[in-house]
């Protein structure tokens, strides 16, 4: 998307961005279709400081409100949650990844769901969280290790 361009010619492909980017952190279609509309919201709300890296803008604000979705939904009492087990293994995963992603500094967290989740390259995450490339790199480099370390104890230890 061109920088400048209006929010009209943008939608469509901020729109896919934000799902996306939030369908990744959340697992669910519906709660990823909520997320990227609120994102799209509030960035044609805030579009004319967005437009200049309005796919950045929208990742982050994507990011943000999925994260936050997550974390309301962890808060609830332990009755609220189906008793039953999901039975696929891929489900599993992604909640212990999510989970493991909690665990993350803000600033790890933010560089490794917009680097490695949301597909962007270093020097747009960069331009999203307003840092150098090299911090970039070396908040990605720290989340990844302490992502492995929770996800695998056993590799983590050289077993």
């Known amino acids: ?7 009209e ?11 996306r980017v939030a ?5 669910s279609r519906e709660d990823a279709e909520d997320v990227a509309q609120e994102a799209l919201i509030r960035t044609g709300l805030a579009w004319r400081r967005a437009r200049a890296y309005a796919e950045a803008w929208v990742a982050k604000v994507a990011a943000g409100l999925a994260i936050d979705l997550w974390r309301r939904r962890q808060r609830r009492p332990a009755e609220l949650l189906p008793e039953a087990p999901d039975p696929f293994k891929a489900v599993e995963e992604r909640t212990a990844l999510n989970m493991a992603l909690t ?3 803000r600033r790890q967290r933010e ?9 962007m390259p270093e020097a747009r995450v960069a331009a999203v969280l307003r ?10 480099s720290r989340g990844l290790a302490a992502l492995r370390r929770q996800l695998d104890p056993l590799a983590a230890e050289g077993a």
Do not use: W
């Open 111 to 119: 560089v490794v769901v917009l680097r490695y989740l949301a597909d």
């Open 23 to 27: 369908y990744r952190i959340l697992g």
């Open 131 to 140: 840092c150098s490339e090299g911090a970039v790199k070396q908040h990605a």
């Open 9 to 19: 010619e943008a939608f469509d492909d901020l729109s896919t961005l934000a799902y």
């Open 1 to 7: 998307m061109a920088p400048g361009g209006n929010y």
């Open 103 to 105: 665990s993350l500094s």
